[in-house]
T-cell receptor, first 112, second 112 residues
Framework: GESVGLHLPTLSVQEGDNSIINCAYS??????FIWYKQESGKGPQFIIDIRSNMDKRQGQRVTVLLNKTVKHLSLQIAATQPGDSAVYFC???????????FGGGTRLMVKP | DTEVTQTPKHLVMGMTNKKSLKCEQHMGHRAMYWYKQKAKKPPELMFVYSYEKLSINESVPSRFSPECPNSSLLNLHLHALQPEDSALYLCASSQELAGEQFFGPGTRLTVL
């Protein structure tokens, strides 16, 4: 289940399954979106980005989907591994100026 | 070198102390950032430097004072902090004021 406020939303998946993490962004003028992964005690690590002129972009085991109509971003992780366990943040911004605004974050827990 | 380094890793200070956080990158990036991150929350932008000039100050209290001595270094001087300033302070850099931001591991600050 999901809870808000003091607790991060948590997604729990079995190792080997696919994961989908969702994000609703706020600014319809945003033209650049990034997914970051943050492990405990570390800074955010870039995963993948997408510009607003695209609706899908694929990386290694990850895919980002952008739906500008409903201001929705998702991150799909294929064959999720224990090393994928972390907090995932989406960030939105403008390419000119690079002011990133981060979303609330989702904790991904991978069960072996 | 594709790293952003931050020192110290941990810092405990009293409300009357003066301390500094340091950030360094050798990727030739011309934009550098300070973020504050509270537990279970996303990073919040504090300051942006572009070409060693302060570009953005997100209404941060004057007890936080940034400094960019050269294109590779970014400092954050701390004075008369409050316990609610306890947080993870993240430094990031990007090639210009656009594109992917690379984050350091952060300094975990505790104000007593």
């Amino acid at each position: 289940g999901e809870s808000v406020g003091l607790h991060l939303p948590t997604l729990s998946v079995q190792e080997g399954d696919n994961s989908i993490i969702n994000c609703a962004y706020s600014n319809s003028a945003s033209d650049y979106f990034i997914w970051y992964k943050q492990e405990s005690g570390k800074g955010p690590q870039f995963i993948i980005d997408i510009r607003s002129n695209m609706d899908k972009r694929q990386g290694q085991r990850v895919t980002v989907l952008l739906n500008k109509t409903v201001k929705h971003l998702s991150l799909q992780i294929a064959a999720t591994q224990p090393g994928d366990s972390a907090v995932y943040f989406c960030a939105e911004g403008l390419r000119a100026g690079n002011m990133l605004t981060f979303g609330g974050g989702t904790r991904l827990m991978v069960k072996p | 070198d594709t790293e952003v380094t931050q020192t110290p890793k941990h810092l405990v200070m009293g409300m009357t102390n003066k301390k500094s956080l340091k950030c360094e990158q050798h990727m030739g990036h011309r934009a550098m950032y300070w973020y504050k991150q509270k537990a279970k929350k996303p990073p919040e932008l504090m300051f942006v430097y572009s070409y060693e000039k302060l570009s953005i100050n997100e209404s941060v209290p004057s007890r936080f004072s940034p400094e960019c001595p050269n294109s590779s270094l970014l400092n954050l001087h701390l004075h008369a902090l409050q316990p609610e300033d306890s947080a993870l302070y993240l430094c990031a850099s990007s090639q210009e004021l656009a594109g992917e931001q690379f984050f350091g591991p952060g300094t975990r600050l505790t104000v007593l």
